[in-house]
T-cell receptor, first 117, second 111 residues
Framework: GAVVSQHPSWVICKSGTSVKIECRSL??????MFWYRQFPKQSLMLMAT?????????EQGVEKDKFLINHASLTLSTLTVTSAHPEDSSFYIC?????????????FGPGTRLTVT | DAKTTQPNSMESNEEEPVHLPCNHS???????IHWYRQLPSQGPEYVIH???SNVNNRMASLAIAEDRKSSTLILHRATLRDAAVYYC????????????FGKGTKLTVNP
């Protein structure tokens, strides 16, 4: 099956710094990637949808200037949390759909746990 | 997005069948019923999906009510590795690809 990886799997950063999370589709071209955030004991919340080569579409209430998304190639999307604060600590998960992958299935990465101190 | 309702939690014993219900009374004619599950500290994974007919795959079966207002995910023989949160999601195949996750059902499997 199609594989999506994320890097890093966990990261600790200081308040006020920025952190970048990578999402890669390893064996298919991801025309669309999604970024989710999940707080402890809660469900996944969709943050944004990104299509290769175009600007991401953010969900209502998600600050686009704080969560920068770049989908520069068909296999890589990045999420940069700028000026991170402790309330940004969360589990960030990406998913992807695309050519040669199943048309009905979203493939999820393993997630990145961000802790802001 | 059409809403789904699932029990917060369910328990099962190992090697017994598990029936996970989902209500979706406002489902539209073009909504597919998707099931994903999320194991602890991992990203979700696809389980199964269907439109009107019952569906089977290597992981599970999906039974869809005739009026499509409810469905049931069936794990034929639960194992400890099936302990996860199971999400029932409606997706309009002609619309956006995005998935809107509800709270899901946390399945506990007892040895």
């Amino acid at each position: 099956g199609a594989v999506v990886s994320q890097h890093p799997s966990w990261v600790i950063c200081k308040s006020g710094t920025s952190v970048k999370i990578e999402c890669r589709s390893l064996d298919f071209q991801a025309t669309t990637m999604f970024w989710y955030r999940q707080f402890p004991k809660q469900s996944l919340m969709l943050m944004a949808t990104s299509n290769e080569g175009s600007k991401a579409t953010y969900e209502q209430g998600v600050e686009k200037d704080k969560f920068l998304i770049n989908h520069a190639s068909l296999t890589l999307s990045t999420l940069t949390v700028t000026s991170a604060h402790p309330e940004d600590s969360s589990f960030y998960i990406c998913s992807a759909t695309g050519a040669l992958a199943s048309s009905y299935e979203q493939y999820f990465g393993p997630g990145t746990r961000l802790t802001v101190t | 997005d059409a809403k789904t309702t699932q029990p917060n939690s369910m328990e099962s014993n190992e090697e017994e069948p598990v029936h996970l219900p989902c209500n979706h009374s406002t489902i539209s004619g073009t909504d597919y019923i998707h099931w994903y599950r999320q194991l602890p500290s991992q990203g979700p994974e696809y389980v199964i999906h269907g439109l009107t007919s019952n569906v089977n795959n290597r992981m599970a079966s999906l039974a869809i009510a005739e009026d499509r207002k409810s469905s049931t995910l069936i794990l034929h023989r639960a194992t400890l590795r099936d302990a996860a949160v199971y999400y029932c999601i409606l997706r309009d195949e002609g619309g956006s690809e995005k998935l809107v996750f509800g709270k899901g059902t946390k399945l506990t499997v007892n040895p």
